[in-house]
């Protein structure tokens, strides 16, 4: 197994800025070949002991790709869930992938604040492909694992926001909290994209054919209504949770997981609820291809509990 021209490319680019910055931020698409480039950083970097935090389902597939090119590194790759159970905290290098799993604000989630304690001070590589998809707000405690963040000075989220977020208020059922999803964009650009790397598929010279035809499914009426009072009210509450729309990427995002049977609810105190809502489409997908073997994209994990239920 060897590399592409365009992984070999990239992987100078990312090596560069690691050299200068002691991080370096990586945004791949999709099957464009992210996990063998940043192992070839790692390399090339002149790493002896590397730690690889992942999704739990991606541990495998690294190590048979770090196994088929034959690094002579010592490689440990394991789940964030588990981050806490590595003892050993002297690594050379650390490569985060799906970084976006550390990205929950105002307040930092558990294991954010478990890596940045052991971690911090190691070189890193940020990876992902998808960095900041409902605001921008996202990419302050990704940064906050490493001494060597861009936003370094800002000891705390809140210190952070006051500079770079509009910060507004919503109302809730009981009380008013501040709104921190509008950040501002071009202002944060201008300070992660010097130590940013982009791969696209173009790129990996994938082109693609699409054959696209539209399934229409009835939807059921409570969907639509959840749906409808969301688009009118921004936030729909039931059962103790609150389903928020407030900003237009947040909105899209939730119709999204709506239209799809589930959604990620929120509470009083922030913590958010994956739910279902209703198998409908679940079960017309099943129907229409009973007896056929074919692939479902999801999006969100309780989509694919819930598909997984379904079939």
Same mark, same amino acid.
């Given at each position: 197994?060897?590399?592409?021209?365009?992984?070999?490319?990239?992987?100078?680019?990312?090596?560069?800025?690691?050299?200068?910055?002691?991080?370096?931020?990586?945004?791949?698409?999709?099957?464009?070949?992210?996990?063998?480039? &940043?192992? %070839?950083?790692? !390399?090339?970097?002149?790493?002896?002991?590397?730690?690889?935090? /992942?999704?739990?389902? +991606? =541990?495998? @597939?690294?190590?048979?790709?770090?196994?088929?090119?034959?690094?002579?590194?010592?490689?440990?790759?394991?789940?964030?869930?588990?981050?806490?159970?590595?003892?050993?905290?002297?690594?050379?290098?650390?490569?985060?992938?799906?970084?976006?799993?550390?990205?929950?604000?105002?307040?930092?989630?558990?294991? &954010?604040? %478990?890596?940045? !304690?052991?971690?911090?001070?190691?070189?890193?590589?940020?990876? /992902?492909?998808?960095? +900041? =998809?409902? @605001?921008?707000?996202?990419?302050?405690?990704?940064?906050?694992?490493?001494?060597?963040?861009?936003?370094?000075?800002?000891?705390?989220?809140?210190?952070?926001?006051?500079?770079?977020?509009?910060?507004?208020?919503?109302?809730?059922?009981?009380?008013?909290?501040?709104?921190?999803?509008?950040?501002?964009?071009?202002?944060?650009?201008?300070?992660?994209?010097?130590?940013?790397?982009?791969?696209?598929?173009?790129?990996?010279?994938?082109?693609?054919?699409?054959?696209?035809?539209?399934?229409?499914?009835?939807?059921?009426?409570?969907?639509?209504?959840?749906?409808?009072?969301?688009?009118?009210?921004?936030?729909?509450?039931?059962?103790?949770?609150?389903?928020?729309?407030?900003?237009?990427?947040?909105?899209?995002?939730?119709?999204?997981?709506?239209?799809?049977?589930?959604?990620?609810?929120?509470?009083?105190?922030?913590?958010?609820?994956?739910?279902?809502?209703?198998?409908?489409?679940?079960?017309?997908?099943?129907?229409?291809?009973?007896?056929?073997?074919?692939?479902?994209?999801?999006?969100?994990?309780?989509?694919?509990?819930?598909?997984?239920?379904?079939?």
């Amino acid at each position: 197994m060897k590399l592409l021209p365009h992984q070999i490319k990239k992987s100078k680019e990312i090596l560069l800025k690691l050299q200068i910055y002691n991080c370096v931020y990586f945004r791949g698409e999709v099957r464009s070949g992210k996990t063998i480039t &940043v192992l %070839e950083v790692a !390399k090339c970097y002149g790493a002896k002991k590397v730690l690889f935090l /992942t999704r739990k389902k +991606a =541990i495998d @597939s690294i190590l048979s790709d770090f196994e088929r090119i034959g690094y002579d590194y010592f490689l440990l790759v394991t789940n964030y869930e588990s981050v806490h159970k590595v003892d050993d905290i002297n690594f050379d290098l650390v490569i985060y992938d799906e970084s976006h799993s550390l990205s929950a604000f105002p307040k930092p989630a558990k294991r &954010v604040k %478990e890596i940045k !304690k052991r971690f911090s001070k190691v070189p890193c590589i940020w990876m /992902t492909g998808t960095s +900041a =998809i409902e @605001s921008y707000s996202q990419y302050y405690h990704q940064f906050f694992v490493s001494d060597y963040s861009p936003f370094k000075m800002y000891k705390n989220f809140y210190n952070w926001a006051r500079v770079f977020v509009n910060v507004t208020q919503r109302r809730l059922a009981t009380h008013i909290i501040n709104d921190y999803t509008d950040a501002k964009v071009n202002e944060i650009d201008k300070i992660i994209m010097p130590l940013t790397v982009i791969m696209t598929q173009q790129d990996a010279g994938i082109e693609t054919k699409i054959n696209e035809h539209i399934i229409r499914v009835p939807i059921p009426e409570n969907i639509k209504n959840i749906a409808n009072f969301l688009l009118k009210d921004r936030m729909v509450e039931g059962n103790g949770r609150l389903i928020l729309g407030e900003t237009p990427a947040k909105l899209q995002s939730k119709l999204h997981q709506i239209f799809n049977g589930t959604v990620i609810t929120e509470a009083d105190n922030n913590k958010t609820e994956a739910i279902v809502l209703s198998d409908f489409k679940a079960r017309a997908i099943k129907e229409r291809f009973k007896g056929r073997k074919i692939a479902i994209m999801y999006f969100y994990q309780m989509e694919l509990d819930l598909l997984k239920t379904v079939f």
